[in-house]
């Protein structure tokens, strides 16, 4: 059965469905979309790689509080201990503190500062981390920094 109407004279009949005519296909079609597409690539690798990587960072700042907050109060601790009994601890205090953020195997530990001042121990560290997306546009690392201060009060 074939339906012609008013509206659609002048098309063949295989040229309609259900009485609605059907575009014909151009050799154009999709060109459009492949330019759209090729000029948002870069935009979305680049936020994707700020969402990776700035996850990344955050992982590494993480990563570096943990540390040196633990180096602190190991350094804390045994100057705490030598203070006590009347004698100085800072140098049992940065040993103790090197030793506590060495031992907590933070990979890529970078940057590692120790500074005892009379009760104060202080520990500054840096952790690098490599990037994961935004490697393609020349960074190559991201770095997270803490700094972290434990002071013995007495009671």
Do not use: F, Y
Request: proline share 3%.
């Amino acid at each position: 059965m074939t339906i012609h109407s008013s509206r659609n004279q002048g098309l063949h009949p295989s040229h309609l469905r259900c009485g609605v005519p059907v575009p014909r296909r151009s050799e154009d079609r999709g060109v459009s979309l492949s330019v759209l597409v090729t000029m948002m690539l870069p935009v979305l690798l680049v936020a994707a790689g700020v969402a990776v990587d700035g996850a990344e960072r955050a992982r590494a700042t993480r990563v570096a509080h943990t540390v040196a907050a633990e180096a602190a109060r190991a350094g804390c601790e045994e100057g705490s201990a030598a203070q006590l009994v009347g004698q100085d601890g800072s140098g049992a205090a940065r040993a103790a503190a090197e030793l506590s953020a060495r031992a907590a195997k933070a990979d890529r530990l970078s940057q590692l500062v120790i500074t005892v001042d009379g009760d104060a121990v202080s520990v500054v560290t840096e952790v690098t981390r490599p990037t994961r997306l935004l490697a393609l546009i020349g960074l190559t690392e991201v770095h997270g920094q803490a700094s972290e201060v434990c002071t013995l009060v007495a009671r």
